[in-house]
């Protein structure tokens, strides 16, 4: 009886840190079909935006993990994801594919770099990245983890790559933005040098101050047992 109090117990407490950790979806997007927000909630949130900073939708053609269409960038433009309004949490789950198209001549070595992507997701360091597919010294992902590469994109005469980026970071503020764009002393943008993201998402990790009522039962229930088994220990004793 006592093992199996200290087991409900033991389960209960699990419950709870279950419930304090559990993930809960802000916001994803693949651009299908031209859309900025296809999958919203159930975490609250007031205000959801996006800034084109020059972009557009473009065919994802043969790019690795990517669906029908993605976000393409081949601008000098800032593209930008923003959310205001968060309701309690301790912490943002950002992850998203990056997409290095053509000719990035990385930071230099060559005639015509360098050509840098600069990211910045709230709550993480700001991350200067490039790519070396038009040649010069590189790449430099970052924190990023490489997908695959080959000539995917716009112009078939040079190698694309696509990164994946996953980020965990302690966040209670409510509003959040990431901002994304593209420049260098070498950058040449149009179908020579561009980028795109896909498989964006955004959850939150809510802070939950009193338990869910069936964690509630789940403790009560573990808490009674627990008594019991003590209570029958010590009449045993006497």
């Known amino acids: 009886m006592k093992k199996l ?24 997007n693949n651009f299908d079909g031209g859309a900025y927000f296809q999958n919203t909630g159930p975490f609250p949130v007031s205000v959801l935006s996006f800034s084109f900073g020059g ?10 993990g990517f669906g029908t269409d993605y976000w393409r960038n081949s601008t000098t433009g800032v593209t930008q994801f923003q959310a205001s309004g968060l ?18 001549d990385s930071f230099g070595g060559n005639c015509c770099g360098p050509d840098v992507l600069t990211m910045n997701v709230d709550g993480a360091p700001t991350e ?3 790519w070396n597919g038009g040649g010069g010294f590189g790449p430099v992902f970052g924190t990023g983890t490489l997908v695959g590469t080959g000539s995917f994109g716009v112009n078939g005469a040079w190698q694309d790559a696509v990164v994946h980026y996953d980020f965990l970071v302690a966040h209670s503020a409510s509003s959040w933005q990431m901002s994304i764009n593209a420049g260098g002393a ?8 561009s ?33 019991a088994a003590l209570r029958r220990r010590r009449a045993v004793v006497a």
Do not use: C, K, Y
């Not at 070498?186 to 040098?193: A, L, N, S």
């Not at 980028?195 to 009674?224: Q, S």
């Open 55 to 64: 972009g557009g939708f473009a065919p994802s053609q043969s790019f690795p």
């Open 5 to 28: 109090a200290v087991a409900l117990g033991a389960l209960a407490m699990a419950a709870v840190a279950g419930a304090a950790s559990a993930e809960v979806n802000v916001w994803s």
């Open 128 to 130: 200067q990245l490039t």
């Open 186 to 193: 070498g950058w040449q943008g149009g179908d020579d040098e």
């Open 87 to 104: 309701g309690a949490h301790s912490a943002l789950h950002v992850s998203f594919d990056i997409a290095f198209i053509d000719s990035w």
């Open 195 to 227: 980028w795109g993201i896909d498989n964006f998402h955004l959850g939150a990790v809510p802070t939950r101050g009193v338990p869910e009522p069936a964690t509630w039962a789940l403790m009560i229930g573990g808490f009674g047992l627990a008594g």
